[in-house]
């Protein structure tokens, strides 16, 4: 092996290493398999790095990129034994071949739609820092000028872009691989039918926390490099290196441009499905569920695989780099100012990607005790919910215990002995957010409980009681969350001021770090509530696929609870994500102005005074924009579902035979309609979501050309962020909870209550879970989207907001 000579090892930030010395640790000619495994592993990583000389930060973030790849590979190892299990019989192969082709070929014409709408807002992310030039960033050191720039924010957008649609087809194939195989596990074990349905789950959810943690530290490493190479300096990079990751959000906005094209195309086309066949088939018809003579059937399965499960992962991908990106930029703004040493600079910046790694140990743990008796119940079917909680107390466990260690560890300078205490009660405080949310959002959306059985009561007496019923409970819903997140912001802020962290002014500046942490204490297990989260939809696609094969009632009774259960996790993902999305846009917003008064060194954003005409304004069209993008959002559901519907009708009206089994119905017609409609449906609400901040902040700058205030573009964005946050999170809660109540008061109806199904009761309550529909799968999931991108595209677009 040929020596590298001395520049070469500058290049990769060794300090003063020894050639004989290096040579010797990387040739493993000497070593033992136990000795080369220990060397590949993380600590021996960081041992080996350590001994060669490079840098903290490198050894650091080396160990946390290197658990990344050991997470996709143990993923890639889950995958690998669920496919060994069996797929069923030949028509459950027959029907997961449909929804298999359906699903690939949707998900392949609208990711060629978001390739080229990503490529168009690359090359604008270029020119908008091209054009803005060098000045403000070489007075800071960072030795990037406009082009260079242009180049990283572009790049790293394309980049998250990527990740973000490859969590999502990893999501959506694991579901389509794993529904047939939970099939055929539920004709002879309950056991393996929700274990495989939890750890298909657990695969969508880990590849999204690994890639996210991966994109980062290829990321930063790559500037770092850079930056290394261009100043030569490693003191001048240690006192600027905190300006890093204002260069990644990039990252974030791609992720959360995909996300929300994902969502919304992946939303419409399985709500326009659901819709179209229930109106049909339960109400006009009076037929099943995914019941095989329904036109509308495997598109109704197939939108569960691109909606709820792509264009879910995209979301959940584009939600914890959000929250990564802006725990980063503050934990490096909180070291700038107080001026802590280069090696806590590192810990403290980049402490969210080992509270993800923390996340996928514990979450990985708490996965293999979901588990209940083998074989198939004879009396008693054990509560899916209650055998996944098993496993979700081990992971909280774990994580609570572990985040403080890694808080004394991390996040505990010499000068300030008892920070780390501070901080660790702050993320004690997103624990306890995230197990609240949880709860509160099984309250108003489990119809073991008082207000799903509200609205199942009111559906005795009709269809309009059904909706007025289900509209109170959903408003209802938005009050104790909001008192939750409120509490929670107030303590971890009070509590990361207790740190005693100050800047050169003596000010106690750990306020907004402490709400960071907290924010990162919702995801020390958060790859467990994901994994309950992508459990839903695979446990409905194997129901269909009983269903439609014909199977025994008592398979299709083991399937109906493991669905009935994917309801509820489905809605407690979602709260969980509205909270964590709050407190990521607080955050962001906060990254917002580092960023412009990072840019506007002479000029700084101290307060928002909204008493300005043109600051309340924006304010108000940040409100607007979320009424107006739900609307759009749920008029495609509508539109879309009228054509399924007219379809399903002229199906029926010309071929008799299909409603009494004898006659094969045209599936692939209707898979046709809502995936052109998906395709067409979601750029309008999609473009509306990015454009408005641009233009906006262009008519701004146009205004301010007459009016001469500092900085007042950038400060009347902040007023739209503000008012569209909270608008935002009210919105979501309110169409995520209605729409889940009244789907779940649906499924109280049909396991026999107040007249079961085919009554009057539960035709009322079918009309309430269709309107619901487009409510909790469409818009609702696609706002807390919508907000954070709204900060992910200012923050990358402050160039256009600051003259």
């Known amino acids: 092996m040929l020596p590298l000579k001395k520049p070469q090892y500058e290049l990769l930030g060794v300090q003063n290493p020894e050639k004989e010395q290096f040579i010797k640790f990387i040739q493993f000619d000497h070593l033992d398999i136990k000795g080369i495994i220990f060397l590949i592993s993380p600590l021996g990583t960081c041992i080996l790095l350590q001994i060669l000389g490079f840098s903290y930060l490198i050894q650091f973030i080396s160990t946390v990129l290197h658990i990344s790849i050991i997470t996709i590979i143990f993923a890639t190892c889950i995958l690998d034994q669920i496919l060994r299990h069996d797929d069923g019989n030949k028509e459950m192969k027959k029907i997961a071949l449909s929804i298999e082709e359906g699903a690939e070929g949707f998900f392949k014409a609208q990711y060629g739609t978001i390739v080229n709408l990503s490529l168009i807002f690359a090359l604008l992310i270029f020119v908008v820092y091209w054009q803005k030039g060098t000045g403000e960033l070489e007075k800071d050191e960072i030795p990037v000028g406009g082009l260079i720039i242009g180049l990283l924010e572009g790049g790293s957008f394309l980049f998250g872009a990527f990740c973000s649609g490859f969590a999502g087809f990893a999501g959506m194939w694991v579901s389509i691989k794993a529904n047939s195989r939970v099939a055929s596990a539920a004709r002879n074990c309950y056991n393996k039918a929700i274990q495989l349905s939890f750890r298909g789950g657990y695969f969508a959810a880990v590849i999204n926390i690994a890639l996210a943690i991966f994109g980062i530290s290829i990321l930063f490493l790559v500037i770092y490099f850079y930056c290394y190479i261009t100043i030569n300096d490693q003191q001048k990079l240690n006192e600027q290196i905190d300006k890093i990751p204002l260069l990644l959000i990039g990252y974030g906005f791609g992720a959360s441009f995909v996300a929300m094209f994902a969502q919304l195309g992946g939303g419409i086309y399985t709500k326009a499905a659901d819709v179209g066949a229930d109106l049909i088939g339960k109400i006009e018809n009076d ?42 930029i503050l934990g490096a703004t909180l070291t700038h100012e107080a001026n802590l040493h280069i090696n806590y600079k590192v810990t403290f910046m980049l402490f969210p ?60 300078p010499a000068q300030h002995k008892d920070a780390w205490l501070y901080f660790g009660m702050c993320g004690l405080i997103g624990i306890i957010i995230s197990y609240l949310f949880i709860e509160v959002t099984q309250y108003y959306t489990d119809y073991h409980y008082e207000p799903v059985k509200r609205i199942a009561q009111a559906s005795k007496t009709g269809h309009a009681t059904n909706i007025i019923a289900g509209l109170s409970v959903g408003m209802e819903s938005t009050g104790i969350p909001i008192l939750i997140i409120s509490v929670g912001v107030l303590g971890a802020y009070y509590l990361g001021e207790q740190s005693g962290i100050k800047n050169h002014q003596g000010e106690l500046i750990g306020g907004l770090f402490g709400t960071a942490i907290a924010t990162m204490g919702m995801f020390c297990t958060g790859v467990y509530i994901l994994s309950m989260a992508a459990f839903g939809p695979i446990a409905d696609n194997a129901g269909g696929i009983v269903e439609m094969s014909g199977c025994d009632e008592q398979v299709r009774q083991i399937t109906d609870r493991l669905d009935a259960v994917g309801n509820v996790t489905k809605a407690n993902a979602k709260g969980y994500s509205v909270g964590s999305a709050s407190l990521a846009s607080f955050l962001l917003f906060r990254a917002f102005i580092d960023e412009v008064n990072f840019l506007s060194p002479t000029k700084k954003i101290l307060d928002i005074d909204i008493t300005q005409p043109e600051i ?17 959002a749920m008029r495609a559901v509508g539109n879309a579902a009228q054509d399924v519907i007219k379809e399903v009708r002229r199906q029926f009206r010309e071929n008799d035979g299909i409603l009494k089994g004898t006659a094969q119905p045209n599936y692939k017609q209707c898979v046709e309609i809502v995936t052109k409609a998906g395709l067409r449906e979601m750029i309008k609400p999609g473009l509306l979501s990015v454009l408005t901040p641009l233009i906006l902040g262009i008519i701004l700058r146009a205004i301010n050309v007459v009016r001469m205030q500092e900085l007042l573009p950038a400060k009347a964005i902040c007023a739209f962020l503000m008012f569209s946050t909270c608008t935002g999170i009210l919105q979501a809660l309110f169409l995520n909870n209605a729409g889940g109540a009244w789907d779940n008061s649906k499924k109280y109806i049909e396991t026999g209550e107040l007249g079961g199904k085919g009554s009057d009761t539960h035709k009322a309550a079918v009309t309430g879970d269709t309107v619901g529909d487009p409510c909790k799968d469409t818009a609702g999931p696609s706002i807390h989207i919508l907000i954070k991108l709204y900060s992910t595209i200012t923050i990358v677009m402050v160039p256009l907001f600051v003259d």
Not at 369 to 375: A, D
Not at 381 to 406: H, N, Q, S, T, V
Not at 616 to 632: D, E, K, R, Y
């Open 287 to 328: 037929i099943p569920e995914d019941d095989p003579r329904n036109p509308a059937v495997i598109a109704d399965l197939v939108g569960d695989n691109v909606g709820d499960c792509a264009g879910q992962s995209a979301d959940l991908f584009e939600s914890i780099t959000a929250e990564i990106l802006s725990a980063m």
């Open 353 to 412: 990607l080992v509270v993800h790694c923390l996340d996928i140990i514990s979450s990985t743990i708490g996965m293999y005790f979901v588990r209940t008796q083998p074989g198939i119940p004879t009396k008693y079917i054990e509560d899916p919910l209650c055998i996944m909680k098993k496993g979700y107390r081990i992971a909280m466990i774990i994580g609570f215990f572990g985040f403080f260690f890694i808080c004394h560890h991390c996040l505990n």
């Open 616 to 632: 309340f304004i924006s304010g108000l069209i940040g409100a607007c924009t979320v009424f107006v993008f739900s609307s759009w």
